[in-house]
């Protein structure tokens, strides 16, 4: 087994681990799968590419104004689709009807935009592997996962550490009594969709690095609701361990048994979860409403 | 301070409260006590703007109070919510920092300080998560979460419910601290003995109306009280 197979395997484990958080952070904080996640990624990695041969700029740019538009993108969705509904707290239900209209939204935009046609990002990089200690490795995929890590790491610290970061669990928690706290609710829920948003800009980048930019690439949004079911549903440490674990599995099973079977493994694996401990590797206990 | 005038709320065909005045002064504790479903919950919900009335007004600092509950926080009313509502899953001090969300920088942390030598308690169980502390821990998370931001007038609903009676005495002292402190006191109690000796003013809710109103002294000693409220 060679180490640029573990390499790629971490790359798209840690790229799930960014889907899966950008989904969790809303999942923790409406309590609902937002099925438009997926589209998003879709929707802000054409805007990134577009941006690319536009101006011909490198690579952080394009990641900057991807996760930008992302953000952006989320935050009006959250306006438009999401908020009477929260402010009703009417059946959860409609959540789900409106996250999925909104998801078909978006691909059906990028479908009109670009047509049913694959894209592929320009070259950011001279030479695509680097040479470390003897071992040769991609160097999408060493950029991919440092990057990720990265993002990851300043998503727990702001959580963790920051006085927003705070008023968003307090929220996830309680919504009417962080408000009694001082906390503005729909600041926070806003941010939250700010912050989901950036990140499916981000994974949708690097999906689109790592594959080939299509209207349907969003699809791929199931890895990371494998990996936060595997994780435990809600559970943002879940989510990152179970992607990394997806990552890992899938680039293993995909050089052992062939890329046809490797996503068979990947839902077997979130089978044998869901019938063995529902409850996912953290095992928050946090109640799905839709 | 707070003058609320002729309120009146409703969820939905249920009128929760009718034609209800109080007033509360700089320094007081005013108590309100009432028998279940009164509306006693629905009183302070009106006065933190969780709840909207379908007609009068409620005044604090001879301004109408703000309509969204973070702003009246910002207005210098705290509200803290009947069951204690800690965030179970922050820690003790996460749930202090989030009572003290406006507080910036240095004032936030002082203030932590202020309240942990209030509550040595809580100290000591700092890094705890709050759904794992005891219900009295929890009550005086939830009082000290409060603390936090600094209240001019801080809202208590039911704060001895279901608690040892050792522990009760603990959260009625503290009550009468918090007043010496300078902060105003409006309470919601079953516990109309207690409630009575401890406050300046009181307010008998029944059925959505006030139906009596006096010094604590008063209403210790009146007959109708004594037998709806003191068990004869
Ligand atoms: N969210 C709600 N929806 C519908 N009716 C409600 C709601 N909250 C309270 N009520 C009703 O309003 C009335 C007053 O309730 P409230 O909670 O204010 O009483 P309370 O005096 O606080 O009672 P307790 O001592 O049991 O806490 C009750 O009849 C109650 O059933
Ligand atoms: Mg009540």
Redesign the pocket.
């Known amino acids: 087994m060679s180490i640029q197979i573990i390499i790629n395997g971490l790359a798209v484990g840690s790229v799930y681990a960014l889907i899966a958080t950008g989904f969790s952070l809303i999942f923790n904080i409406l309590k609902f799968s937002n099925f438009s996640h997926g589209a998003l990624m879709t929707l802000s990695a054409f805007i990134g590419y577009f941006f690319a041969v536009k101006t011909g700029s490198s690579l952080i740019p394009v990641i900057i104004v991807s996760m930008l538009a992302g953000g952006l993108v989320a935050y009006i969705g959250e306006f438009v689709a999401f908020r009477k509904i929260t402010l009703r707290s009417t059946s959860p239900v409609y959540y789900f009807v409106s996250s999925i209209t909104l998801g078909t939204l978006y691909e059906g935009i990028v479908t009109i935009w670009v047509g049913p046609n694959f894209y592929n990002y320009p070259r950011f990089f001279q030479s695509m592997v680097v040479n470390i200690g003897g071992f040769v490795i991609s160097k999408p995929d060493l950029i991919m996962f440092i990057s990720s890590c990265l993002a990851l790491a300043l998503l727990v610290i702001f959580i963790q550490k920051t006085r927003l970061g705070r008023a968003l669990r307090s929220v996830s928690f309680d919504r009417d009594t962080a408000g009694l706290m001082g906390i503005n609710v729909f600041g926070i829920i806003q941010l939250a969709f700010f912050i989901s948003g950036a990140l499916a800009g981000l994974s949708g980048v690097f999906l689109g690095i790592n594959y080939t930019l299509y209207p349907q690439l969003g699809n791929l949004v199931v890895k990371g609701f494998i990996a936060s079911v595997i994780g435990g549903l809600g559970s943002i440490f879940g989510a990152v361990v179970g992607a990394i674990l997806l990552g890992l599995t899938e680039t293993l099973l995909i050089n052992f048994v062939g890329s046809g079977y490797a996503p068979v493994f990947s839902f077997l694996i979130m089978l044998a979860f869901l019938l063995i401990r529902p409850q996912g590797i953290a095992g928050s206990n946090v109640q799905e409403k839709a | 301070m707070l003058k609320v005038t002729n309120l009146s709320a409703a969820?939905?065909h249920?009128q929760?409260?009718k034609d209800v005045s109080i007033e509360a002064e700089k320094g007081q504790i005013v108590s309100i006590i009432?028998?279940?479903?009164?509306?006693?919950?629905?009183?302070l919900?009106c006065i933190s703007s969780q709840v909207k009335p379908t007609s009068g007004t409620i005044e604090f600092l001879g301004k109408p109070i703000p309509d969204k509950p973070h702003k009246v926080v910002e207005a210098g009313i705290v509200h803290v919510p009947?069951g204690r509502r800690t965030f179970s899953g922050l820690t003790v001090e996460d749930n202090l920092l989030v009572g003290g969300y406006l507080l910036k920088g240095k004032e936030l942390y002082e203030n932590l300080e202020k309240n942990y030598n209030l509550f040595p308690k809580l100290r000591e169980r700092k890094s705890q998560y709050a759904g794992t502390l005891s219900g009295g821990e929890q009550q005086m998370l939830a009082i000290a979460r409060g603390l936090m931001a600094k209240p001019k007038l801080i809202l208590l609903?039911?704060p001895s419910l279901g608690l040892a009676p050792i522990i009760v005495n603990q959260v009625f002292n503290l009550i009468e601290q918090i007043r010496d402190s300078g902060v105003t006191v409006l309470l919601?109690e079953?516990n109309a003995r207690k409630a009575l000796s401890i406050c300046d003013k009181a307010y008998v809710?029944e059925n959505?109306r006030i139906t009596l109103s006096g010094t604590g002294c008063e209403l210790l000693n009146s007959d109708k009280v004594k037998k709806a409220y003191l068990g004869g």
């Open positions: 969820y939905g249920i929760a409260l009432g028998s279940n479903g009164a509306g006693k919950s629905t009183l919900r009947e609903d039911e919601v079953q809710l959505g």
